[in-house]
């Protein structure tokens, strides 16, 4: 069965940082291509980052760029978002998710209608 679960959502203070984890079991990670995206309450889903699985291309918004950091552990099937100088308007729950094609070109944000598995999600509140 494949599965994704995200962990590491917490409440922080703004400038602090976070480091989420995507874990995944039933397939190699390595192979798939992984979305993170976030959602706030009463807004739309909406693509953090992104890693193709063909080239290693990573995507940032510019809401993040600078901020977040994208890395994999092949080792241990997990993947990772590093989250740095958090801001009160980071504050969503966020997902990883995965696809087999190479969806991610480094230029252009990662679509949800895209990405095939989807984890349940961890709740990060930055407070001002």
């Known amino acids: 069965e494949v599965q994704l679960v995200e962990s590491g959502g917490d409440l922080v203070q703004a400038g602090g940082s976070l480091r989420l984890s995507c874990a995944a079991s039933g397939f190699t990670l390595d192979d798939y291509t992984i979305g993170w995206f976030r959602q706030a309450p009463g807004k739309e889903r909406e693509g953090v980052s992104c890693i193709n699985s063909l080239d290693d291309d990573t995507y940032y918004a510019d809401s993040v760029q600078g901020r977040f950091t994208l890395s994999r552990d092949n080792a241990k099937n997990t993947v990772y978002l590093q989250m740095n100088n958090l801001k009160p308007e980071d504050t969503a729950v966020f997902y990883c998710?995965?696809?087999?094609?190479?969806?991610?070109?480094?230029?252009?944000?990662?679509?949800?209608?895209?990405?095939?598995?989807w984890g349940q999600g961890t709740q990060v509140t930055v407070s001002s």
């Open positions: 998710a995965a696809t087999a094609r190479p969806m991610c070109s480094g230029y252009a944000p990662p679509w949800p209608y895209e990405y095939d598995y």
